[in-house]
T-cell receptor, first 116, second 108 residues
Framework: GAGVSQTPSNKVTEKGKYVELRCDPISGHTALYWYRQSLGQGPEFLIYFQGTGAADDSGLPNDRFFAVRPEGSVSTLKIQRTERGDSAVYLC??????????????FGPGTRLTVL | QKEVEQDPGPLSVPEGAIVSLNCTYSNSAFQYFMWYRQYSRKGPELLMYTYSSGNKEDGRFTAQVDKSSKYISLFIRDSQPSDSATYLCAMASYKLSFGAGTTVTVRA
């Protein structure tokens, strides 16, 4: 079946602009995660949704970052007033939302954001 | 100090060699331990999943967890050029905490 998809695959923007990154999780997965991966680093947790609600947003770096999942499926990560330091690959993952191995997270290919 | 520390590498080995990858962690709350493989410009894909101390084998891959030492390892036997990738250890209570990744190159 279809995996996690993310659009766009690449986004180049200018400092100060607003961007939206989209994630389509695997059908039936109730849990959705956003991570950010900088060059040469492992992914870092940003936010976790269980259904429509953000169960844990402790990884969002500041109030310029916001994410929504209004219908419990597609999620959008929104970044306001982008800064050069926001340049990274933004990864989305989804899972069934159970426990243990049943909650394996499946990752999308990521959106590569470049802020000039 | 980061929650998860991973040997930085990079590693370059000849085809057929055993690849050994390691991570240490500091958070006793971690219950699940994983290894992900990430090819260039792709998302991470799950390779191995364990939740208890001991060994788990899957084909050429063996994952080891030692909770008392807070140490996990991944061994790749009979390595192939197609194993060339970045390997990330990850630990979870529910959200994943990743190591920085080790880039492995298997030379034909």
């Amino acid at each position: 079946g279809a995996g996690v998809s993310q659009t766009p695959s690449n986004k180049v923007t200018e400092k100060g602009k607003y961007v939206e990154l989209r994630c389509d999780p695997i059908s039936g997965h109730t849990a959705l995660y956003w991570y950010r991966q900088s060059l040469g680093q492992g992914p870092e947790f940003l936010i976790y949704f269980q259904g429509t609600g953000a169960a844990d947003d402790s990884g969002l770096p500041n109030d310029r970052f916001f994410a929504v999942r209004p219908e419990g499926s597609v999620s959008t990560l929104k970044i306001q007033r982008t800064e050069r330091g926001d340049s990274a690959v933004y990864l989305c993952a989804s899972s069934f939302g159970g426990t243990g191995e049943a909650d394996t997270q499946y990752f999308g290919p990521g959106t590569r954001l470049t802020v000039l | 100090q980061k929650e998860v520390e991973q040997d930085p590498g990079p590693l370059s080995v000849p085809e057929g060699a055993i690849v050994s990858l390691n991570c240490t962690y500091s958070n006793s709350a971690f219950q699940y331990f994983m290894w992900y493989r990430q090819y260039s410009r792709k998302g991470p894909e799950l390779l191995m999943y364990t939740y208890s101390s001991g060994n788990k084998e899957d084909g050429r891959f063996t994952a080891q967890v030692d909770k008392s030492s807070k140490y996990i390892s991944l061994f790749i036997r009979d390595s192939q050029p197609s194993d060339s990738a970045t390997y990330l250890c990850a630990m979870a209570s529910y959200k994943l905490s990743f190591g920085a990744g080790t880039t492995v190159t298997v030379r034909a």
